[in-house]
């Protein structure tokens, strides 16, 4: 059964931390680029961050780059999402998603596997 989980989010003050994780039941996991989207109350979803399959070149939208940090492990199959220095307009819902190509894509069409997000709320 291909499928994405997520998992770590919450509650968090201004300024704090979350490490996002995402589980992958995926065939050949390390021949896709990996990705986290997200969608605040409202608005469009959002790319935040991807990962070649080597984990070697990654992605970020301006808004998260520098506070953001996307990782995978091939060997476990998962994928994370460090989040520091988060602001309260980082509050959405967060989306793991899978794409079984060698480019990285910023487009969500592109991306034909998705987890059921996990909720980031950012307090002020």
């Known amino acids: 059964q291909v499928q994405l989980v997520e998992s770590g989010g919450g509650l968090v003050q201004a300024g704090g931390s979350l490490r996002l994780t995402c589980a992958a039941s995926i065939r050949n996991f390390r021949s896709y680029t990996m990705a986290w989207f997200r969608q605040a109350p409202g608005k469009e979803r959002e790319f935040v961050a991807a990962?070649?399959?080597?984990?070697?070149?990654?992605h970020y939208a301006d808004a998260v780059r520098g506070r953001f940090t996307i990782s995978r492990d091939n060997v476990e199959n998962m994928v994370y999402l460090q989040m520091n220095s988060l602001f309260p307009e980082d509050t959405a819902v967060y989306y793991c998603?899978?794409?079984?190509?060698?480019?990285?894509?910023?487009?969500?069409?592109?991306?034909?596997?998705w987890g059921q997000g996990t909720q980031v709320t950012v307090s002020s």
């Open positions: 990962a070649h399959w080597s984990g070697a070149t990654t």
């Open positions: 998603a899978a794409d079984q190509s060698s480019y990285i894509h910023v487009e969500d069409r592109m991306y034909d596997i």
